[in-house]
Nanobody
Framework: QVQLAESGGGLAQAGGSLRLSCAASGSIFSIKSMGWYRQAPGEQRELVASITSDGTTNYADSVKGRFTISRDNAKNTVYLQMNSLKPEDTAVYYC????????????????WGQGTQVTVSS
């Protein structure tokens, strides 16, 4: 099993900043990618940003230029720096990890964190 420990959510004012962290642990042989998704009430879960093992990043158009995803491979940790926050960024943010497991044969599975609430007030 793989466990994802998220932290850093909370309340911010519009224009403010928050930083999310997600540390992966457990039966990990190597991590292929990690990312952040979010889900607002009544909405579908959507990709916010992702980063692969070689550092390739991908962002939703709505957060480009405001959010930055980074990764510490030695710590199996991914970060999401959120600047210039807007009320529409309010959602539960979920960490996702795609990892090759230590099992034989090797399998690649995706896991989700429990989510952390981000609320941006206007």
């Amino acid at each position: 099993q793989v466990q994802l420990a998220e932290s850093g959510g909370g309340l911010a004012q519009a224009g403010g900043s928050l930083r999310l962290s997600c540390a992966a642990s457990g039966s990990i042989f190597s991590i292929k990618s990690m990312g952040w998704y979010r889900q607002a009430p009544g909405e579908q879960r959507e990709l916010v940003a992702s980063i692969t093992s070689d550092g390739t990043t991908n962002y939703a158009d709505s957060v480009k230029g405001r959010f930055t995803i980074s990764r510490d491979n030695a710590k199996n940790t991914v970060y999401l720096q959120m600047n210039s926050l807007k009320p529409e960024d309010t959602a539960v943010y979920y960490c996702q990890c795609q990892a090759i497991r230590t099992t034989f044969p090797r399998v690649t599975l995706s896991d989700w964190g429990q989510g952390t609430q981000v609320t941006v007030s206007s």
